[in-house]
T-cell receptor, first 113, second 114 residues
Framework: DGGITQSPKYLFRKEGQNVTLSCEQN?????MYWYRQDPGQGLRLIYY???????QKGDIAEGYSVSREKKESFPLTVTSAQKNPTAFYLC????FGSGQPQHFGDGTRLSIL | GDSVTQMEGPVTLSEEAFLTINCTYT??????LFWYVQYPGEGLQLLLK?????DKGSNKGFEATYRKETTSFHLEKGSVQVSDSAVYFC?????????????FGTGTKLQVIP
């Protein structure tokens, strides 16, 4: 079955440490996205990518970095510059076009040790 | 900028009750509209969508009609079940300047009691 796989499901970060969240899709989607979800809030866009080797900052990109070396993969690094990283992180993907829905992974929950 | 406003939750209903979750939007372009559902500890799943005015999206007994005149996309279900308990997100999508921008509401938690 096609889908989006995020790993790990739970992740713990120590102070001053960078951590990388994995996102892989086998849906042949063009665009991929990273969102942050905090309790009681909607989704906030961190980064998005429409094509390999190209990505754009979203609304809350500070303290995060991404790469898009393959169409299937869009890993997110939470750097030590992100002072409040505790959140639920969701990866999504879709085909181009305004009517195209996004498909989501099951998320990674990041906590601070 | 674009925005989506949903009714605040939580919404608590008895099984077989009628459900309405209100959603209104503002958009600079001509958006597509979506409802997503999120179960605890999971990602979002598409529930239904509508891409132009007066379209009705429907799935699993849920319905929503794209009302351009009132800029609304209210979610309805005639008879809810305990298994419908989840968080529901309204979203709009506009394709502009070569990229797709998606704006989500803050979500409405639904709790259905037996």
């Amino acid at each position: 079955d096609g889908g989006i796989t995020q790993s790990p499901k739970y992740l713990f970060r120590k102070e001053g440490q960078n951590v990388t969240l994995s996102c892989e899709q086998n849906l042949n989607h063009d665009a991929m996205y990273w969102y942050r979800q905090d309790p009681g809030q909607g989704l906030r866009l961190i980064y998005y990518s429409q094509i390999v080797n190209d990505f754009q900052k979203g609304d809350i990109a500070e303290g995060y970095s991404v790469s898009r070396e393959k169409k299937e993969s869009f890993p997110l690094t939470v750097t030590s510059a992100q002072k409040n990283p505790t959140a639920f992180y969701l990866c999504a993907s879709n085909f181009f076009g305004s009517g195209q829905p996004q498909h989501f992974g099951d998320g990674t929950r990041l906590s601070i040790l | 900028g674009d925005s989506v406003t949903q009714m605040e939750g939580p919404v608590t209903l008895s099984e077989e009750a009628f459900l309405t979750i209100n959603c209104t939007y503002t958009a600079t372009g001509y958006p597509s509209l979506f409802w997503y559902v999120q179960y605890p500890g999971e990602g979002l799943q598409l529930l239904l969508k509508a891409t132009k005015a007066d379209d009705k999206g429907s799935n699993k007994g849920f319905e929503a009609t794209y009302r351009k005149e009132t800029t609304s996309f209210h979610l309805e279900k005639g008879s809810v079940q305990v298994s419908d308990s989840a968080v529901y997100f309204c979203a709009l999508s506009v394709y502009s300047g070569g990229y797709q921008k998606v704006t989500f509401g803050t979500g409405t938690k639904l709790q259905v009691i037996p």
